[in-house]
């Protein structure tokens, strides 16, 4: 017996399309080094919500759309961040998210959302939230962040690391 699979319909893919045509690009010189490891911002992108719909073909045929959505606690949004981190040194060094932070203009601290795994059920390619140990890791990582939180910094490595997050 012969199995069809149906295309997805537009509408599915059109949150996607919206967050990605959302993205702002930053300058490809985003980038820092210390010893141990290279990490450059691809792009930066702050939501009030995440969401993302899905077809599903059932058996019969009938098409089955559903849509998640993600909403991050009142007062804050999501900042977003495509990474690259690369480890360009030798050693037991580990890159890890409990070091990675965000600062505002006022010095606070904000580290990852503390569970970003919403990312890849929205079809967002996302870097794993366990410790960097070695080779090279692309993909976004989610911060929950004040609104209105302006003069962002993306620091890591012991603060060997730092990055200026575009409004």
Not at 51 to 58: E, F, P
Not at 106 to 125: E, K
Not at 136 to 147: A, D, H, L, N, R
Request: with cysteine.
């Amino acid at each position: 017996m012969r199995k069809l699979i149906a295309p997805l319909p537009f509408s599915a893919l059109l949150p996607l399309i919206i967050l990605l045509a959302a993205c702002s690009d930053v300058s490809p010189d985003s980038a820092a080094q210390s010893d141990m490891w290279r990490v450059q911002l691809i792009s930066a992108e702050t939501a009030r919500s995440l969401s993302a719909s899905t077809a599903v073909v059932q058996y019969g045929g009938d098409i089955l759309e559903s849509t998640m959505a993600v909403l991050p606690e009142q007062g804050k949004h999501f900042l977003l961040l495509e990474l690259s981190i690369e480890k360009v040194g030798e050693g037991k060094a580990a890159f890890s998210w409990n070091d990675a932070h965000i600062v505002d203009q006022d010095g606070n601290s904000y580290f990852r959302h503390s569970n970003d795994t919403f990312l890849a059920n929205l079809g967002i390619p996302r870097i794993r939230g366990t410790d960097i140990v070695f080779g090279k890791e692309s993909g976004y990582v989610c911060f929950e962040i004040p609104e209105g939180s302006y003069g962002l910094v993306f620091i890591a490595d012991e603060g060997n690391i730092a990055l200026e997050v575009p409004a």
